[in-house]
């Protein structure tokens, strides 16, 4: 609830825990309820419905419609991502304009991050994936059945980075799915 109120000081999350307790359903959940947001064309500022209908967008814009509504959340899969980046030709360019493109929505959610059966290979496409969501400053929310400890161990570049962009959120209790 308070991400989508919007009373958060950093947007990206890691949901982590043990399976079926909730963690890509509430991503998914977030993902739905985002609140709709435009863009100004000209200058690019990011502005909630609200805002606009409020007309609380700053004197100084003259707002130039019609505004930039951008794809809000991608989903994608850790396992699919990865072959995704197999895929994309072995280009760094193209692989860099894949990720971008990822991260072009408001949010980005991937899903099910196992760090058993890492590859160097899959390990450089995390970090590429990370670093420019750290250097873009765009949210993402990871779900994974890694421990904080084996994150933590992992690949320090890439802990480095979430720690200052994530909000860390353990799940605990049973598994909805035996219930
Ligand atoms: N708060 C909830 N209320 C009702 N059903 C829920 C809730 N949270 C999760 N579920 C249901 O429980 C099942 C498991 O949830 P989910 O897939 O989100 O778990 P997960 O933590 O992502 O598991 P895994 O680590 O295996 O991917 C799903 O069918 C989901 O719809
Ligand atoms: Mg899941």
Not at 112 to 122: E, G, I, R, V
Request: with cysteine; hydrophobic share 35%.
């Amino acid at each position: 609830m308070s991400y989508i109120r919007e009373e958060l000081d950093k947007y990206s999350a890691v949901f982590f825990g043990n399976c079926g307790l909730g963690k890509t359903h509430l991503a998914i959940a977030i993902a739905k309820n985002l609140r709709p947001i435009v863009y100004d064309r000209r200058t690019g500022m990011r502005y909630t419905k609200e805002q606009i209908i409020n007309k609380d967008y700053g004197v100084y814009y003259a707002f130039s419609y019609p505004p930039i509504k951008k794809p809000q959340t991608n989903f994608i899969n850790a396992d699919e991502y990865f072959v995704r980046c197999n895929e994309v030709t072995f280009n760094k360019e193209s692989k860099i304009t894949y990720v971008k493109e990822l991260l072009r929505s408001e949010l980005l959610i991937l899903d099910d991050l196992s760090l058993a059966n890492m590859t160097d290979a899959k390990n450089e496409n995390l970090y590429l994936l990370i670093n420019s969501a750290y250097l873009d400053c765009r949210n993402i929310i990871i779900t994974t059945n890694a421990t904080l400890a084996q994150l933590k161990h992992y690949d320090v570049r890439i802990f480095s980075r979430l720690a200052e962009m994530c909000h860390f959120q353990e799940f605990t209790g049973q598994d909805w799915r035996l219930k």
